[in-house]
């Protein structure tokens, strides 16, 4: 057993602790500290492989105890935690690698490094944990650096609000999700995960159903699932490296792992399955549309991150979590890939808006060998790693539900499409920009090249990925992998057509459908909607309750019958405008007077 | 003898600053930070007498005035020792009568430790009424602009609520036939104890507050001085909900549980209404004030549940807002001292300005809305589970409360630290580095809390076992 093995602690403090570092010693350290923060990710993922090796020793502690009421805080380290870590680690290593490059000229980033390391650790604790109580620390905790680091530009109105908004729509699910622990605890009287999912199967169907879909509330918040998914394309105003760590490959998939961590919980409920399927496959289509139309490269990435997380949800609700998993990992590869990419070509080109690119293949050839890679997994073209992991969604959900196996093959399709527009637009053709792009410096362009080989291979550790997780591996279904990859193909084809020379067949299109094109652009209207009825209502309401019922009924009652205690005012207001011997006097005065009283009382 | 000194040293300390401060203005407040400073020592040993004692309890009594200090007082007297320092580091700059002024915030850390470490009726209740005559005239003499209206406000609101507590204590002495604090030998008769527990309990809402008896809060807050706002929501608050956990119940338990869903309403009113008033506010210390209001429903909640459980939220509960409500009182009194501003809308951006001032108050509303790993998390998380045990899915009410919290927290960072700098402040200097110590103390302690709030409840436990376990209740 290793160092690693024997004390998965590590994973939590040493990202804390580098984390402390690199705050204490500020701005003039960053040269030295911001490679320092790559100590803390891998730290995680050494634990994770040890994990993966299966000896890892477990941990707890009593956090809360009251009488014989007892939660503990504890950490091990199964298979599903090992990959998580691994993940999260290697995804986050990449990231504060290109950071270093992307971030050269930034004046904040020791904050910068310090929150990546932080959320790190908090990662962590989310994946290891062993009692629902510290995983929700963890949960809320990287919900806490993911609301630092998209309000990272705070400066920036849109920045400011992107970060709140993300953090408050979450929160909307993670009250339910709290409610979910409560109602856990009354039933089963803990709040560790091992005794939930043991005592699960003697749930009542209500009990189970109710807990199972509390928690989904908190993973569809975490997960931007519809309709909770608003609060992450507005979540791109955070620097670009954040958007692929954070809203891509880790935190936001933490939802798909807290229905596989209590997977027991939700074997029970059939009725929780189902919401779990249907909102899945219904927001995997939903957000593809929208991906469609987007011309900002990071709006397309969101909207697909929604989507695909969308596919995870429907395989978990479908009951192939294993594939879930199997896609979660494979999707933190590729988008982590993407997501780095346009990093990279912002940093290029210092636009977002692919419309003013073009042509990026000959100026930035890495990153756009990269990309092409992560866009093909994306797509799901064998043999990358999104067409293993894709494969397996598809062939879990048609075999449960095949209507929403169906849906899901036609956001396949979108998938594809919006994938190759993307590229099509962006990095090839002829340049629509004024200024000429460059490629960018090692620091970027290595991470790139390590995750586009894991997108190209992770796609054959299925089997693995699946028996660490304790199933069976299940291999290619011949009929499923033929129409996904027609599904594919056709997608791709249509966007390289469609988008071929300078865009004119797009206009055209688009000129013919524009109140459509601009519906499903605007994310056909749910953050309009969820704005006009909940957000600017919210503020009215509190405004006019605190001037009614608080200032003029409550208040004013009260001032009202004090209107007698006025007189006694007069007589206070004489005594305050004295000396300061006269309010000495007084106080002494009243201590000899009370102290007379308890001694007197006291005879 | 240290409870003893824990009551005397800050009123002989108060003595001193007072002559102190006729002869210059340099002595009082080094008076006032050496007396706190040795008052939150004194706590410390006394703390350490308590935990070598077999029964986890400290007794002190001479001419039969009785002190006892066990795991439910324990606590508060270490934050009143804590919160105390603060309030003097936060006044250090008064430079109006400071020898009056640190007079009077050490007698009014005398009269709290009084409260707190009463073990008789009567000097509890010498203590709840001392504790009003300094913080008067704290807020009367050294407030702003509506000082006066707001100070009277404040007295008269909580002695009406004092008044009838001091009936209800007499007839519990008279049937009793003891003023010694603690389930009382001869039962109180059950036809009695609904009123009883009223009587003595809503002058301890109101202290609390609850709501609707809650609106003298945001006046004398706004008015207070920094020192006073620092006492008075770090420490003031919590006599009401220790009261009830001390006096109020023991006294009258099938009271209380006939008024134990109403205590709990009133507690889950307070949760949502407090932080949908304080989202409503366009003064930054109006909003700090309102969201006291809802922190202590918390409190109020896990009391109403009368399980050991819900004791222990609301002994974290106060804790926690010790901590985090003094915190936020020294960062606003801080930023109004250079500002001479609260007016929301008026600032902006001032993180780039004053990134220390800044970052702290990004913390200090990250705590406010009870994010784990900091203080106020373990409280609501235990009022949330307690509260689900007792009454059911009306604990949903305290999720939408918990999303309010995050609501109007966030939105003051986003007007107040956030977005682009006003340029009237864009000479404003950075928080002082007094007040830069006295925050990072406190922001240690709320972190220290987040991660392990059993050192709290390990001190608590016993006494909330016995106390619960009186109240014929289980866990």
């Known amino acids: 057993m290793s160092a690693f093995g024997s004390n998965p602690w590590l994973a939590v403090a040493v990202p804390f602790i580098v984390a402390v570092v690199i705050a204490a010693l500020g701005r003039r350290a960053t040269a030295v500290t911001q490679w320092v923060a790559v100590l803390g990710p891998i730290t995680a993922s050494l634990v994770g492989l040890a994990g993966l090796q299966g000896s890892v020793a477990s941990s707890s502690v009593p956090w809360l105890t009251q009488g014989s009421a007892s939660i503990d805080a504890g950490v091990a380290v199964d298979g599903l935690s090992a990959i998580m870590l691994v993940v999260v680690g290697v995804v986050a290593t990449m990231v504060v690698v290109f950071s270093v490059g992307y971030l050269e000229h930034d004046g904040a980033k020791a904050r910068y490094f310090s929150l990546l390391a932080l959320f790190t650790a908090a990662m962590s604790l989310l994946v290891m944990s062993t009692n629902l109580v510290t995983l929700f620390i963890g949960w809320e905790l990287v919900g806490a650096c993911s609301y630092l680091l998209i309000g990272f530009w705070y400066h920036k109105p849109s920045a400011a609000s992107a970060a709140m908004k993300a953090f408050l729509t979450t929160r909307v699910g993670d009250v339910g999700m709290l409610l979910g622990l409560a109602l856990l605890w009354k039933t089963t009287g803990s709040l560790d995960i091992a005794t939930i999912t043991g005592a699960a199967p003697g749930l009542t169907a209500a009990t189970a159903t109710a807990a199972a879909l509390l928690l989904f509330m908190g993973a569809a918040g975490k997960s931007a699932q519809f309709p909770l998914h608003i609060w992450l394309p507005d979540a791109m105003e955070g620097p670009t490296p954040v958007s692929a760590l954070i809203h891509a490959a880790t935190m936001v998939a933490a939802g798909v792992f807290l229905i596989a961590r209590m997977w027991p919980l939700f074997e029970v409920s059939e009725a929780a399955r189902a919401v779990v399927l249907w909102v899945g496959t219904f927001t995997a289509l939903f957000a593809a549309t929208i991906a469609c139309v987007q011309s900002d490269i990071k709006k397309v990435l969101a909207y697909s991150t929604i989507s695909q997380l969308g596919f995870m949800f429907a395989a978990l609700g479908a009951g192939a979590w294993g594939a879930a998993m199997f896609h979660l990992v494979t999707h933190a590869a590729f988008k982590a890939l993407l997501f780095l990419g346009s990093g990279s070509v912002i940093h290029g080109t210092g636009t977002q808006d692919i419309r003013e690119m073009g042509g990026l293949a000959r100026q930035m050839p890495v990153t756009t060998l990269t990309w092409v890679v992560g866009a093909t997994a994306l797509a799901g073209i064998p043999p990358l790693a999104g067409f293993f992991s894709k494969d397996a969604v598809l062939a879990g959900v048609l075999h449960a539900v095949p209507a929403a196996g169906a849906v899901l093959l036609g956001a396949s399709l979108l998938t594809a499409f919006y994938a190759f527009r993307v590229t099509r637009v962006a990095f090839f053709g002829q340049s629509r920009a004024e200024t000429a792009a460059h490629e960018s410096p090692l620091s970027m362009t290595a991470p790139l090249v390590v995750l586009a080989a894991l997108a190209a291979v992770l796609g054959f550790f299925g089997g693995s990925i699946t028996h660490a997780l304790g199933l069976e591996a299940e291999g290619l279904e011949a009929a499923v992998a033929g129409a996904s990859v027609l599904a594919a193909v056709i997608g791709i084809v249509v966007g390289i057509v469609l988008y071929a020379g300078d865009l004119e067949r797009a206009e055209v299109l688009k000129g013919r459908f524009q109140r459509v094109h601009r519906l499903a652009f605007g994310g056909w209207g749910v953050d309009a909607l969820v704005q006009r009825t909940i957000v600017a209502p919210a503020g009215a309401i509190a405004g006019w309750v605190y001037r009614v019922l608080d200032r003029t009924v409550i208040d004013g009652g009260v001032e009202g019958i004090g209107a007698g205690a006025q007189f006694a005012g007069k007589i206070a207001s004489r005594l305050q405008s004295g000396e300061t011997d006269v309010y000495a006097s007084l106080v002494a005065v009243g201590f000899i007077v009370v102290m007379g009283i308890v001694l007197w009382a006291g005879r | ?475």
């Open chain 2, 1 to 475: 003898m240290t409870l003893f000194a824990l009551i005397i040293v800050p009123l002989a300390g108060a003595l001193v600053a007072w002559i102190a401060g006729r002869r210059g203005h340099v002595k009082p407040r080094l008076v006032g930070l050496l007396t706190a400073l040795a008052e939150g020592v004194l706590a410390a040993t006394a703390l350490a007498q308590m935990l070598a004692s077999s029964d986890q309890v400290l007794l002190a009594s001479t001419r039969g005035m009785q002190l006892v200090l066990d795991g439910l007082s324990a606590p508060l007297v270490l934050l009143t020792g804590l919160i105390g320092v603060v309030a003097v580091i936060a006044s250090w700059r008064i430079a109006d009568r400071p020898g009056v002024h640190h007079a009077l915030l050490l007698a009014l850390e005398a009269a709290v430790m009084t409260v707190f470490l009463a073990g008789d009726l009567i000097l509890f209740y010498v203590g709840w009424e001392a504790v009003l005559i300094p913080m008067f005239f704290l807020i009367g003499g050294w407030g702003h602009e509506n000082r006066r209206h707001a100070a009277l406000k404040f007295f008269l609101y909580t002695f009406v609520g004092s008044v009838l507590m001091l009936a209800g204590i007499i007839v519990a002495v008279m049937t009793v036939k003891s003023t010694l604090i603690g389930a009382p030998s001869i039962p109180i008769d059950p036809a009695t104890q609904p009123w009883l527990f009223w009587l003595i309990g809503i002058g301890m809402l109101v202290k609390v507050p609850v709501f609707p008896l809650h609106t003298w809060l945001p006046d004398a807050h706004v008015e207070a001085p920094t020192a006073g706002s620092i006492m008075l929501a770090g420490v003031l608050l919590k006599m009401g909900g220790y009261g009830l956990m001390r006096v109020a119940i023991p006294y009258a338990p099938d009271g209380f549980a006939a008024a134990a869903p109403v205590l709990g309403a009133l507690g889950m009113a307070g949760i949502i209404y407090g932080a949908l008033m304080a989202f409503a506010q366009t003064d930054l210390k109006r909003l700090v004030a309102y969201s006291s209001v809802a922190h202590m429903g918390f409190v109020v909640l896990g009391i109403a549940t009368g399980t050991s459980l819900g004791y222990a939220a609301a002994m974290l509960a106060m804790v926690s807002h010790g901590l985090v409500s003094a915190l936020l009182f020294l960062l606003v009194g801080s930023l109004y001292e250079r500002t001479h501003t609260r007016e929301i809308a008026r600032f902006g951006g001032l993180g780039a300005r004053t990134p220390r001032w800044g970052g702290l108050f990004v913390f200090a509303a990250l705590a406010s809305l009870g994010l784990p790993g900091l203080s106020g998390f373990p409280g609501e998380l235990l009022a949330v589970i307690a509260g689900f045990g007792a009454f059911g899915w009306w604990i949903s009410l305290v999720a939408i409360g918990a999303l309010l919290g995050a609501v109007y927290n966030l939105s003051a960072v986003r007007r107040v630290v956030h977005g682009g700098l006003a340029e009237e402040w864009s000479a404003l200097s950075d928080i002082s580095r007094g007040d830069t110590i006295a925050a990072a103390v406190l922001c240690g302690g709320i972190v220290v809390i987040g991660v392990a709030p059993d050192l709290i409840l390990r001190l608590t436990d016993p006494a909330v076992t016995l106390l619960v376990r009186a109240l014929g209740g289980g866990s």
